[in-house]
């Protein structure tokens, strides 16, 4: 289930989580079979908690993949929800889009095919959950591009912060991460210490962080 915490936890946890029927299970063993990274158990609850807690039900993703983490917050964020989502590989947002009929919400569900890096700049309206589970590269990209969308008081998520946990402990870094893992340490850094925002990382999954907007943020200019 967790790329970084131990198995005995792993294990515990993973058995006090209730099994998934239906379209989200059917979508879990496709995942399965065709090794595509879906959000884990134990994150995938921790979505529920925060949609139903703060009776979310405008959401922006950045990275669909087949739909699964889009239908699951529909499922918690009850009626007349609306979640806008992006995806970059077109194979893999067709499938979301048969996934989404399949699960009776494409009346609730966008999927727009494209770069997030360009994609947000035509999303409009304000959201009360962004959530980010896409290229880990590009998160500060993506905050810069999605955080004038989110309300104050809405809630910015990120999956996969740790990265393996490469993030943290130097003896775990693969060379050919060391660009990705810097600039996760970068957004971390920024999301962990800007006032704006209310920020924690949370070790589970790949590592999750949540952040709360307190105000709007002010962006550094570009050269």
């Known amino acids: ?37 879906i959000v884990t158990p134990d ?23 087949i739909g699964y983490s889009a239908i699951l917050m529909g499922l918690s964020a009850g009626d007349n929800f609306k979640i806008t989502t992006i995806e970059k590989n077109e194979e893999n947002a067709n499938i979301a889009i048969q996934n989404i009929k399949k699960a009776g919400m494409e009346q609730n569900i966008n999927v727009l095919i494209g770069d997030a890096s360009e994609v947000l700049d035509q999303v409009d309206g304000i959201y009360d959950i962004v959530f980010v589970d896409a290229s880990k590269g590009h998160y500060m990209d993506f905050f810069e591009k999605s955080i004038g969308k989110l309300k104050i008081g809405g809630l910015f998520i990120c999956d996969n912060v740790l990265f393996r946990g490469m993030v943290a402990e130097r003896s775990l870094l693969i060379r050919r991460k060391i660009t990705i893992v810097k600039r996760l340490k970068k957004f971390l850094h920024y999301i962990s210490n800007n006032e704006s925002l209310q920020t924690t990382i949370i070790p589970m999954g790949d590592g999750v962080s949540i952040s709360c907007k307190l105000k709007e943020v002010v962006l550094d200019e570009k050269d």
């Open 1 to 37: 289930m967790s790329q970084i915490n131990h198995d005995y936890i792993n294990s515990y946890l993973t058995d006090l989580i209730p099994k998934h029927e239906g379209i989200l299970e059917d979508l879990e063993a496709y995942a399965k079979e065709h090794n595509t990274p």
């Open 43 to 65: 994150v995938a609850g921790l979505l529920k908690v925060m949609i139903k807690s703060t009776n979310s039900n405008s959401i922006l993703e950045v990275g669909t993949a």
